[in-house]
């Protein structure tokens, strides 16, 4: 019996080695594969891995020289835009060095047709001639000439009006000169109108006191005129103290006087009567007017006396 059991533990212990034996073949095999395909992706990365140093190498060279292009260019430009900022100041300070010139050279013939030169010779004048010639004589001579007036006004049109130099701006500074521009027009405009309208009422007023001398010449009474005090004063009360004081008709604001009848502003500004009419004393003086527009009161006895 006991002979038995170790042949049959002997049967299944070489079993059992035979089994290890072919599972460890087996494992050797897969083993094997797997690290024989291991070590070909490996050789693959590996090449990736030269690829992309090379490749990581050629672009750092391009890029240093791509930046030393990009550097001498930029210099280059640098030196460009230096030459022509100072050849464009240069010939600014020429052009404000010409501008200067010709406003002296302006300015000087300006001061000569202002004072010219006198003349070298007097020419006498007798004594029986007019003072009414040496009057004229001597307003000619305080005027100006024609070629005088048009050289001061090119002198004065050339100090005040700027040239436009534009040259060198970029959008900013020519929206900038734009505004600037535009607020001077503005500014020149209102000026122009103010002086216009000033003008207009000067003409008007300078009219109105035309008329009046007129009418006071007409009248006689050129001692009495004055500017703006012929209306203000009433020549009855100044010369009779106990006069009333002159009543108005019309608006002293409005410029054309009223044309209406003495009958018609009376009925207009007291309004008919309704009432009976009140006894009215007699007159003991008749009142008449002269050419001067002055009363003249005579009595009973046909005397008159002012």
Same mark, same amino acid.
């Given at each position: 019996?006991?002979?038995?059991?170790?042949?049959?533990?002997l049967?299944?212990k070489?079993?059992?080695?035979q089994?290890?034996?072919?599972?460890?073949?087996?494992?050797?095999? +897969?083993?094997? *594969?797997?690290l024989?395909?291991?070590e070909? @992706?490996?050789? &693959?990365?590996?090449?990736?891995i030269? =690829?992309? %140093?090379?490749?990581?190498e050629?672009?750092k060279?391009e890029?240093?020289?791509?930046?030393?292009?990009?550097?001498a260019e930029r210099?280059a430009?640098?030196?460009?835009?230096k +030459?022509d900022e *100072?050849?464009?100041?240069?010939?600014?300070? @020429?052009?404000? &060095?010409k501008?200067?010139h010709?406003? =002296?050279? %302006?300015?000087?013939?300006?001061?000569?047709w202002?004072n010219?030169?006198?003349?070298?010779?007097?020419?006498?004048?007798?004594?029986?001639?007019?003072?009414?010639?040496?009057? +004229?004589?001597? *307003?000619?001579?305080g005027?100006?000439?024609?070629e005088?007036?048009?050289?001061e006004?090119?002198?004065i049109l050339?100090?005040?009006?700027?040239?436009?130099d534009?040259e060198?701006f970029?959008?900013?500074?020519?929206i900038?000169?734009i505004?600037?521009?535009?607020?001077?027009?503005h500014?020149?405009?209102?000026?122009?109108?103010?002086l216009?309208?000033?003008?207009?009422?000067?003409?008007?007023?300078?009219?109105e006191?035309?008329?009046r001398?007129?009418?006071?010449t007409k009248a006689?009474d050129v001692?009495?005129?004055q500017?703006?005090?012929?209306?203000?004063?009433?020549?009855?009360?100044?010369r009779?103290?106990g006069?009333?004081?002159?009543?108005?008709?019309y608006s002293?604001?409005?410029?054309?006087?009223?044309?209406?009848?003495?009958d018609?502003?009376?009925v207009?500004?007291?309004?008919p009567?309704y009432?009976l009419?009140?006894?009215?004393?007699?007159?003991?003086?008749i009142?008449?007017?002269n050419?001067?527009?002055?009363?003249i009161y005579?009595?009973?006895?046909?005397?008159?006396?002012?």
């Open positions: 019996m006991a002979d038995e059991a170790s042949e049959g533990e049967a299944l070489k079993r059992r080695e089994n290890v034996e072919a599972l460890s073949i087996a494992l050797d095999e +897969a083993d094997m *594969e797997l024989e395909q291991n070909v @992706e490996r050789g &693959q990365l590996g090449e990736e030269d =690829q992309l %140093k090379e490749r990581s050629r672009r060279k890029r240093e020289q791509e930046e030393k292009r990009l550097a210099q430009e640098d030196a460009r835009r +030459a *100072e050849e464009r100041k240069r010939k600014k300070e @020429e052009e404000e &060095q501008r200067y010709a406003r =002296q050279q %302006k300015a000087a013939e300006f001061e000569k202002k010219p030169p006198k003349a070298n010779f007097v020419i006498s004048k007798r004594e029986h001639e007019g003072g009414e010639e040496g009057e +004229a004589e001597a *307003e000619g001579a005027k100006k000439s024609k005088q007036l048009e050289a006004k090119r002198a050339a100090q005040r009006i700027k040239p436009l534009t060198g970029d959008v900013t500074r020519l900038e000169k505004k600037e521009l535009h607020t001077l027009i500014r020149l405009e209102g000026e122009k109108y103010d216009e309208h000033r003008y207009k009422v000067t003409q008007v007023q300078l009219t006191l035309a008329e001398a007129r009418q006071s006689g001692r009495r005129i500017s703006g005090a012929d209306d203000s004063v009433d020549r009855i009360q100044t009779f103290a006069a009333p004081s002159k009543v108005e008709m002293k604001y409005e410029r054309q006087k009223d044309k209406r009848s003495y018609e502003r009376h207009l500004y007291t309004g009567q009432a009419p009140v006894e009215r004393i007699a007159a003991t003086r009142v008449q007017w050419e001067e527009g002055l009363p005579a009595g009973e006895g046909g005397e008159g006396h002012e």
